[in-house]
């Protein structure tokens, strides 16, 4: 294998040269470069990648972190991820997704730190340990979703307008006529449900209409999406609660209510119309009759939080900036106008 001194020697420069050519740490001419480079190419000569991040103090890698429960992938995090990837494409960049569960992270966050220029963080929650006691010295970061509360002004994110959505989504089956309308959200840790819950309470406020409290509930951390669904209504069931729509934080949440509906003997959108915060689904097909959901335009939310981080690795005195992707409600057949049973 060739070394770095027998492209110097063939070319006819320094290793120095040879270096910068790769690193682009110091201008070489293009005369030089394109010598260098054609020498490397003959002798088939292959940087060391290691070698030349120490020497260029970067690795050309972008970490994204993800809790743990989340390391099975839904379509909104493929398509999110999609997004980060087309702008590490664009600019030579690699992505490295951390997935470990919090007792894993525990046990080597005091050893070592992932080799990226940046992170992502995707998740947040209310008391973030992955987002606490961040200090200068630690790579330029961007948080998919709001960062907990009193972080908000020293860290770049991107974000849909949740508190917004979850009101017009409420809004949406109170002009139906529905009043008795279960939410299904997230969980209460995830800065994401405080939002949601705000805009739900918030369409019921406006219309001077109560708000039930007993119809919000929360998913447990330890319990799937699907099954948090699927008891939920079955439990409200049994309880005799009564409910004309719901509004589910996933589809996944959403198909075990469909699935809770089919048992239940419950027509959908006849007995209950359903609506959920997600349209990016591959159990689209498993929706008869098709989910109204919100499109949460996952792609544009992974490009644009890609774009402020590489900005910020580049400079990091770049003013922190907050942005908000556009969602959109879709309308489909799960919903209809609420008519009373007589």
Not at 103 to 110: C, G, P, R, S, V
Not at 116 to 134: F, M, T, W
Not at 226 to 248: C, H, N, W
Not at 316 to 337: A, F, G, M
Request: net charge negative; hydrophobic share 35%; proline share 5%.
């Amino acid at each position: 294998m060739a070394t770095i001194e027998d492209v110097a020697k063939a070319a006819g420069v320094s290793k120095g040269t040879v270096s910068n050519v790769f690193s682009k740490k110091r201008p070489a001419s293009k005369e030089v470069t394109k010598r260098v480079i054609e020498i490397a190419n003959q002798l088939n000569y292959k940087p060391n990648y290691w070698a030349r991040t120490l020497a260029i103090k970067e690795t050309r890698i972008i970490g994204l972190k993800m809790p743990g429960e989340n390391s099975k992938f839904s379509q909104f995090h493929l398509a999110l991820l999609n997004g980060v990837l087309h702008v590490c494409y664009e600019n030579g960049y690699r992505l490295l997704v951390n997935t470990l569960s919090p007792e894993f992270q525990n046990q080597i966050q005091n050893v070592s730190s992932d080799p990226v220029d940046g992170e992502i963080y995707l998740d947040p929650e209310q008391n973030d340990g992955r987002l606490d006691h961040r200090t200068q010295s630690d790579p330029p970061a961007v948080v998919i979703g709001r960062p907990p509360r009193g972080l908000e002004s020293s860290l770049c994110y991107v974000d849909n307008d949740n508190e917004a959505t979850a009101e017009q989504v409420t809004s949406y089956l109170l002009e139906l006529g529905h009043r008795n309308i279960l939410f299904l959200n997230t969980s209460k840790a995830r800065t994401v449900s405080e939002d949601r819950k705000r805009g739900y309470d918030k369409a019921f406020i406006n219309k001077e209409l109560e708000v039930q409290q007993e119809l919000s509930l929360f998913k447990q951390i330890d319990i799937s999406s699907l099954l948090y669904g699927y008891q939920s209504i079955k439990e409200m069931d049994s309880k005799r609660v009564p409910f004309s729509a719901v509004i589910t934080d996933s589809d996944k949440v959403a198909l075990g209510v469909y699935r809770a509906a089919i048992d239940l003997g419950l027509s959908i959108p006849n007995d209950i119309s359903v609506v959920a915060f997600s349209d990016e689904s591959i159990v689209a097909p498993e929706f008869a009759p098709p989910l109204s959901s919100v499109y949460l335009n996952a792609e544009e939310l992974g490009r644009e939080a890609a774009r402020i981080l590489l900005e910020r690795i580049q400079d990091n005195r770049v003013p922190v900036t907050h942005h908000i992707i556009q969602s959109k409600l879709v309308i489909r057949e799960s919903c209809r106008r609420w008519q009373p049973h007589d």
